[in-house]
C-alpha cells in the first residue's frame, strides 16, 4: 500500500502537528506500507525540494513570496494553487494509490485537485476546525467573513472527499450534525503517544529542583504554550486559595506564548512572585527534567469550539508518565479524563472550583498510586500510537477495493 500524505507543515518544526504526523508516518511504516510526505508552502522557506527528516522524506513546495504571499485570501488561493501543483508532481514520481490530506482544508482542496487529473481517493483528515483556532489566536472573528470562509472550504472538502478520518468524537459529532456528513464515511483515529518513549521516574533531578526553589514543595505545573484558550490565567488566580490552605504549594509554568506578559503581570497583581515560577521555553530534550518536577500537572483549558470539540494531547502524555492529571470539564477533556478514576476535573471557567480540587487532590495522597496506575493502563490499552493508527487499514482498505466508506 503507498499513500501519499499531504501536509501543512512537518518537522524539524515542532508543534502537536509535526508531533502526530511522524507518529502516523511511523507507524504506518512499521505496518509495511510505503508512506511518502508532501508539505505546503507554509513549511516555509526550505534548503532543498526534497528533505530528510529523522529517516523520513519529505518533499518541499515552493513558499509562497511576493505580493502574493502578504496578501489575505489570495494567498490563500495561490497556496492551494502550488500545493496542488506540487501534488501532481509527486504524484507522478511515487505512483501512490491514495492522497492523504490533513487539516487545514486548503491542504484537501489541493488534494482533489490533484485527483482529478489521476483517478485517485482521498482521505481528509481534520484535527481541528481552523477557523475555531483562528478566533482563539485573534486572526479571525467568530461567524465574520473570514471565519464562514474557512467553514465553507472545511464542508466542502469533507463532503468531496472519499473518506473521513478526525482525531476525537467531538469533531466527528459535529462533522455529523452540523455539517450533514453521513456517520459512515467518518473514522475516528484518536491521538495516541509512543508509550515506550514516555518512562515513570521516580525521583526529579534536586539540582534542578533546589534551582527553582522547589525543595519541600508540592508542584502543580503547566507545560506547554501559553495561548488564552488554555486558561492559564485562571490557574494563577487560582492560587491564593489553595496558599491560604496549604502555603507549601508552588505553581510551575514551562513555556512560552502570545499570554506570557499578561499571565507574568498577573503574578505580580496578585503578589505571588515566591509561588509561581516561569521557565521559559525549554529544549525538547530537557523537557523530561521539567515533568519530573510536577506532582499534579493542569490544563485548565476554557470553554469555546475548539476546547469542546478536539481533545488534547498533553493529559496523555502526562498519564503515560503515571502523572496526576487535572483539567477543565470542557468537552476535549471529558473524552479523556474520567475525575477520581484515571484524572480529576473541575468546573471549567472557576477558579474556585479549581482552587477546591487542588486542595482536594493535595489532602488525599492515599489515592495517587491507584490513579495515576489507572491513567497509565488507560494509555497502554486506548490511547498508544499502534492500536491508533491500526484503525487506517480499514479506512484504505475499503478504498483500495472499490467499496464504499
Known amino acids: 500500500m503507498r499513500i501519499l500524505h499531504i501536509l501543512d507543515h512537518s518537522i524539524p518544526l515542532h508543534s502537536g502537528y509535526t508531533f502526530r504526523t511522524r507518529a502516523i508516518l511511523q507507524h504506518q511504516r512499521a505496518l509495511g506500507w510505503e508512506t511518502f510526505h508532501l508539505t505546503s508552502p507554509k513549511q516555509g522557506k526550505v534548503s532543498a525540494a526534497v528533505e530528510e527528516v529523522d529517516n523520513l522524506v519529505f518533499h518541499r513546495s515552493p513558499p509562497l513570496g511576493g505580493w502574493i504571499g502578504a496578501m489575505p485570501i489570495v494567498n490563500q488561493f495561490a497556496l492551494v494553487s502550488v500545493l496542488a501543483r506540487r501534488a501532481r508532481e509527486v504524484i507522478a514520481e511515487v505512483r501512490p494509490d491514495i492522497l492523504h490530506a490533513h487539516s487545514p482544508s486548503l491542504n484537501g482542496l489541493a ?83 509512543d508509550i515506550e518513549a514516555f518512562k515513570v521516574r521516580e525521583c526529579a533531578d534536586p539540582a534542578l529542583r533546589a534551582a527553582l526553589g522547589l525543595v519541600g514543595k508540592r508542584v502543580v505545573g503547566f507545560i506547554g504554550s501559553f495561548y488564552a484558550y488554555e486558561g492559564l490565567e485562571l490557574l494563577i488566580r487560582s492560587m491564593p486559595a489553595v496558599l491560604a490552605h496549604d502555603p507549601d504549594v508552588r505553581l510551575l509554568l514551562v513555556g512560552g506564548g502570545p499570554q506570557e506578559s499578561a499571565l507574568k503581570a498577573l503574578v505580580r497583581e496578585l503578589a505571588l512572585e515566591n509561588c509561581v515560577q516561569f521557565t521559559g521555553r525549554v529544549p525538547h530534550a530537557e523537557v523530561q527534567r521539567y515533568y519530573d518536577l510536577v506532582d499534579l500537572l493542569a490544563y485548565p483549558r476554557l470553554k469555546m469550539r475548539l476546547t469542546d470539540l478536539v481533545t488534547p494531547l498533553k493529559p496523555l502524555e502526562a498519564m503515560a508518565q503515571e502523572k496526576l492529571v487535572i483539567a477543565s470539564d470542557v468537552g476535549g477533556h471529558r473524552e479523556l479524563i474520567r475525575d477520581g478514576e484515571n484524572g480529576f476535573l473541575f468546573a471549567q471557567g472557576s477558579a474556585e472550583s479549581l482552587a477546591r480540587k487542588v486542595i482536594e487532590v493535595f ?21 498508544n500510537w499502534a492500536a491508533s493508527v491500526s484503525r487506517y487499514d480499514g479506512v484504505y482498505r475499503k478504498l483500495l477495493t472499490g467499496h464504499p466508506v
Open 111 to 193: 488534494a482533489l485537485s490533484a485527483a482529478r487529473s489521476c483517478g485517485l481517493p482521498v482521505v481528509y483528515e481534520v484535527r481541528a476546525f481552523w477557523e475555531d483556532a483562528a478566533v482563539d489566536h485573534g486572526t479571525s472573528s467568530e461567524w465574520g467573513v473570514r471565519y464562514r470562509l474557512t467553514r465553507a472550504s472545511e464542508t466542502w472538502v469533507l463532503r468531496r472527499a472519499s473518506a473521513v478520518t478526525t482525531i476525537c468524537e467531538g469533531l466527528r459529532r459535529e462533522m455529523i450534525d452540523q455539517r450533514g456528513i453521513p456517520a459512515e464515511k467518518i473514522t475516528v483515529i484518536p491521538n495516541a503517544v
Open 363 to 383: 489532602s488525599s495522597q492515599e489515592q495517587w498510586q491507584r490513579i495515576r496506575t489507572a491513567g497509565r493502563k488507560f494509555v497502554e490499552c486506548e490511547r
